[in-house]
């Protein structure tokens, strides 16, 4: 398992929490004239450096600042999740070498990528001497396995530089904002303070979705006021709160968008931005619909670029899709599958692991 | 990666220029490239592999062997078998006979159902229906809401007695919502549920139980255009377990290639009656068959790579002929064959109208009268090669014997004779007066059939300041004092006088 840091707490602080239980969570209503935190848009894009700094001043983040300069960090272990039985055999029947390459195309590797490993473990069979079945699901698990895994797969929570922020983009109906509610509960099972950024502005009711899932989440979220409202000040202002009430982490969700359409990417760029601001981005999470195909490339390589993803998320690994292109997002893209999605329960989710997934593909059934 | 089909196919293409005939490897050859391509765009692997066997049944079969440049006739097959499956005009969708009628939507998650159904009541309300949305997603955080809104911003009433996330029977809500629908005259329900998989067996019932709870007129598959492999499973596990009567591709507004039309159509059967393009509540129209194969495969490049191929092919064709001509050489075979091409184009039909502009020319072969040729052929088809060749050995009785074989008059072989002659005469007096070798000048093909340019119909950089047609071979039977035998330089097939 991976080891995180996070903010060390005093063991009253972590007490008061099961109180709180019962109660609907601490939900930031960012209402202009309230007494919460007020709705200022955050600095707009011509402004300069030391017009930032006043903007972030003037709200008090100066003095968070140096708190969260040096705060007590704790090692902590996250509770582990598992991929379960989300993965689905390859094979109903006998594994056939001969049919290896059709068999991956079915669970989209891709032609090229199921023609190459194809070839490689035909090679390696002959090599090795390799005929039974049982010997042939083990050589391609291995060979899944060797290439799937990377040393960069683990979420970047371990620096030190809190809060934390994770931003999670994606196409639309990916699965953002469930994977944010379960990666929300997660960290709040292992005591972290999470909050949350409600920066679809767009769809209807994408903001009401999102509070359901701070609820069951246990943690408080930051809205727009306004269906419509720039998702940026949103983002801001959950980069704010996070400072401000010392949280360990922020989420931050973005409305789905097709990666061909160049304006809402762009008001990713601005989203970035707004965040960066005040906080470093710790990770940009791309969330991938497992039964999307080969369109998956593109939507990798055009968030890939306005975004700068630092990791993968695929969803709805629960279903008949087997996912095979997250090894082209791998290899070709070189970005680290972290996550899956396997349902639509809080805890439906599990850190990536080739060994279990190439198991998963290979099994028995 | 991502390499077009057009990029692959023109490799294919060079190596069968100027080739006559495909032999089985150069059709298995193009073949394998499309195969790619249509894996590519997502089309699942048992839809391409049915797919391929048709098209090289086709490819194989006499329909190409006869054509002068199969390459291409190979692409319009395969366009034809697309469209095949995909569907050739749109379908529109069931209304009930006695309001209301009653439309499901039923997909996985995150395909697209809600905001689809906010787009079908506002296309319907804009019909002058008046539908009502009920909220039977009562499963994903805030779909009642989401819906609400939906329908609010449309100026459609929602049905929704329950608030959902997780509380609430999304098959009572159903049935409900159609004794109210009834009783308050909507003549439209159309009712929103939860997305679910393919495999998730209790999720099924209960779709199941809301199909026979308000037994809808249609029963509307949504489907994200982005769907890869899985659509197979996906497709058959709605169609054997709720049931499908019409398809609706979302997100059509991507830059995905919507292979799972494909295989959605295909394994469904059903029409694919919408395809939603947008986020907001106005993009949404009916799918365009046409359209569609076009984008799966690319078809609007490999059009004008045919283009290209047709050119290469003209300009190598028209110096062999000319050639010909110049050496008295041209035979009646060489007639058929010219003839034969005339007819490929007229089989290029289809795959004109997708191009722009190319409207007139279609209008032109559709004017073409395919038994003429027919007649044509099967004449020249009942000769032996040595009155082929020379058709003056063409005695009384040889021609009775043709007509005879073919099944036509001694009159009608005695026309084709004469119209051949005259073609012969004209296309050497043309040759002498110096054919300019430019492409598309093939003096055959080009005798008024498609109007002294090629497919596309956009190279017509033939055309010189001063000269008195912008056709060459017309203009160059001009300089020679000779008419076409027809006026009009448009009219099909007039270089041969085969219509009149
Ligand atoms: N079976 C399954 N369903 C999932 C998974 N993740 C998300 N979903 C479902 O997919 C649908 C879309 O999920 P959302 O989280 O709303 O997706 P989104 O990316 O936020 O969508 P937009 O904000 O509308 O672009 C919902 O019905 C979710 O319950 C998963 O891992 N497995
Ligand atoms: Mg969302």
Redesign the interface.
């Known amino acids: 398992m991976f080891k995180f840091l996070k903010r060390l707490r005093g063991k009253d602080v972590d007490a008061s929490s099961p109180v709180e239980e019962n109660q609907p969570a601490a939900v930031i209503e960012v209402l202009p004239g309230s007494d919460l935190p007020s709705y200022a848009p955050a600095p707009s894009e011509t402004e300069t450096e030391s017009g930032t700094e006043a903007t972030v001043a003037q709200s008090g983040t100066r003095t968070d600042e140096k708190e969260i300069a040096k705060p007590d960090l704790v090692s902590v272990e996250l509770p582990k999740r598992s991929l379960g039985t989300g993965i689905r055999s390859l094979f109903s029947g006998a594994m056939d070498i001969d049919g290896l390459e059709d068999i991956l195309i079915l669970a989209d590797f891709g032609v090229e990528t199921a023609e190459e490993i194809a070839a490689e473990l035909r090679g390696e069979a002959n090599r090795q001497g390799v005929t039974t079945d049982p010997e042939l699901r083990l050589l391609l698990k291995d060979l899944l396995a060797k290439r799937l895994s990377r040393n960069d797969s683990a979420l970047n929570l371990d620096d030190g530089t809190l809060p934390y922020v994770i931003l999670v983009v994606g196409v639309n109906g990916a699965g953002k904002t469930t994977t944010i509610g379960k990666l929300a509960r997660w960290l709040k099972d292992g005591e972290w303070e999470v909050v949350l950024g409600a920066a679809d502005t767009y769809r209807a009711a994408a903001v009401d979705q999102l509070e359901t899932w701070a609820k069951r989440a246990d943690s408080p979220i930051v809205k727009p006021v306004k269906e419509g409202a720039d998702p940026a000040s949103v983002a801001y202002q959950t980069v704010e709160m996070a400072i401000r009430t010392q949280a360990d982490i922020a989420i931050i969700d973005t409305a789905g968008r097709l990666q061909n359409k160049k304006d809402l990417m762009d008001e990713l760029g601005k989203i970035r931005r707004a965040v960066e601001k005040q906080a470093k981005i710790s990770e940009v999470l791309l969330v991938i619909d497992a039964t999307n195909g080969q369109n998956a490339m593109s939507q990798a390589r055009a968030f890939a670029e306005v975004a700068e993803v630092t990791g993968i998320v695929m969803t709805k690994l629960d279903g008949t899709a087997k996912g095979g292109i997250l090894y082209s997002l791998q290899k070709e893209l070189n970005l680290p599958i972290k996550l899956v999605g396997v349902g639509e329960q809080i805890n439906d989710f599990a850190f990536f692991s080739p060994e279990e997934f190439a198991k998963g593909l290979v099994a028995k059934k | 990666?991502?390499g077009n089909l057009s990029d692959r196919l023109s490799d294919t293409f060079k190596n069968l220029r100027g080739k006559g005939r495909l032999s089985a490897s150069d059709i298995d050859a193009t073949l394998r490239d499309i195969r790619?391509a249509l894996?590519?765009?997502?089309v699942?692997?048992e839809v391409v592999k049915s797919f391929i066997a048709a098209i090289r049944e086709r490819a194989l079969g006499d329909e190409v062997s006869k054509a002068l440049n199969p390459a291409q006739q190979v692409v319009q097959i395969v366009n034809d078998e697309l469209t095949k499956i995909l569907g050739r005009e749109n379908k529109r969708i069931q209304f009930a006979k006695s309001p209301p009628t009653v439309i499901m939507l039923a997909g996985?998650?995150?395909?697209?159902k809600t905001t689809l159904a906010?787009k079908l009541a506002k296309w319907l309300k804009e019909q002058n229906q008046t539908p009502i949305l009920v909220a039977a997603d009562l499963?994903?955080?805030?779909?009642v809401?989401?819906l609400?809104?939906?329908g609010e911003?449309v100026g459609v009433p929602v049905f929704a007695p329950e608030s959902g996330?997780g509380v609430g029977d999304p098959i009572t809500v159903a049935k409900d919502a159609i004794a109210h629908a009834k009783k308050a005259q909507f003549s439209v329900v159309i009712v929103d549920t939860a997305g679910r998989?393919?495999?998730d067996e209790e999720m099924m019932q209960q779709a199941i139980g809301i199909r026979d709870a308000v037994s809808p007129d249609e029963i509307l598959f949504v489907v994200?255009s982005?769907?890869?492999?899985?659509a197979v499973?996906?497709a058959k596990?709605f169609k054997d377990g709720v049931g499908v009567t019409g398809v609706v591709l979302t997100?059509l507004?991507?830059?995905?290639?919507g292979?799972?039309a494909l295989s959605v159509a295909n394994i469904t059967g059903a029409p694919i009656l919408f395809s939603s393009t947008g986020?907001d509540l106005d993009s949404f129209e009916p799918f365009y068959p046409e359209r569609m194969a076009s984008r799966i495969l690319d078809m609007g490049d490999v059009v004008s790579l045919i283009e290209q191929a047709q050119k290469t092919f003209d300009e190598e064709e028209s110096k062999k002929l000319a050639d010909k001509i110049a050496n008295d050489e041209f035979t009646l075979q060489d007639f058929l064959e010219q003839m034969q091409q005339l007819r490929k184009m007229g089989n290029m039909k289809s795959l004109l109208g997708m191009l722009p502009g190319a409207g007139k020319m279609k209008q032109q072969l559709e004017d073409f009268d395919e038994s003429e040729i027919a007649r044509t052929e099967a004449i020249i088809f009942s000769m032996t090669p040595l009155e082929r060749n020379g058709p003056k050995v063409l005695n009384g009785s040889r021609r009775m014997r043709i007509a005879k074989g073919s099944g036509t008059s001694v009159t009608e072989v005695n026309q084709l004779v004469n119209r051949f002659e005259q073609a012969a005469k004209v296309m050497k007096t043309m040759s002498k007066g110096g054919m300019p070798n430019i492409p598309g000048t093939n003096p055959v093909t080009m005798g008024g059939a498609v109007g002294g340019g090629y497919i596309g119909g956009k190279k017509s950089t033939t055309k010189k300041k001063g000269s008195k047609s912008g056709n060459p071979a017309k203009r160059a039977a001009e300089n020679q004092g000779l008419g076409f035998s027809q006026p009009q330089e448009s009219k099909p097939g007039s270089a041969f006088g085969l219509r009149n």
């Open positions: 990666m991502f790619r894996l590519e765009a997502d699942a692997l996985l998650q995150g395909s697209g906010g499963q994903r955080p805030n779909a809401t989401q609400q809104i939906l911003k996330n998989l393919g495999i994200d982005m769907l890869g492999q899985d499973n996906v596990a997100k507004d991507g830059d995905s290639r292979g799972a986020e």
